[in-house]
Nanobody, 125 residues
Framework: QLQLVESGGGLVQPGGSLRLSCAAS???????IAWFRQAPGKEREGVSC????????NYLDSVKGRFTISRDNAKNTVYLQMNSLEPGDTAVYYC???????????????????WGQGTQVTVSS
């Protein structure tokens, strides 16, 4: 079965950190991977993306300097390290895999072929 499974979400106080993981099973993460998030009542937005070899990354402006995306192709896993979390970061976070693009194809939803089920991140005191 081809699937992506996210983990690492939870409740954290403002200023805290979380590390999200996205593990693939049934296929190899050979192409670009992105993290998206969706807050209640808002559209899903792209947060970060990493190219197939990890040499190119990009970030949503509001998370630059706080979030870091990385990948371990040997483990078929992508990570999102989130530091200095803010209440505005509260959302369900999804990872998404493209099977066509080695470089990040932007955050157009239909360019991604597989999606995880999402993991909740709540930033609150």
């Amino acid at each position: 079965q081809l699937q992506l499974v996210e983990s690492g979400g939870g409740l954290v106080q403002p200023g805290g950190s979380l590390r999200l993981s996205c593990a693939a099973s049934g296929f190899t993460l050979d192409y670009a991977i992105a993290w998206f998030r969706q807050a209640p009542g808002k559209e899903r937005e792209g947060v970060s993306c990493i190219s197939s070899r990890g040499g190119s990354t990009n970030y949503l402006d509001s998370v630059k300097g706080r979030f870091t995306i990385s990948r371990d192709n040997a483990k078929n896993t992508v990570y999102l390290q989130m530091n200095s979390l803010e209440p505005g970061d509260t959302a369900v976070y999804y990872c998404a895999a493209t099977l066509k693009y080695s470089y990040c194809p932007g955050y157009v939803l239909n360019r991604y072929d597989y999606w995880g089920q999402g993991t909740q991140v709540t930033v609150s005191s």
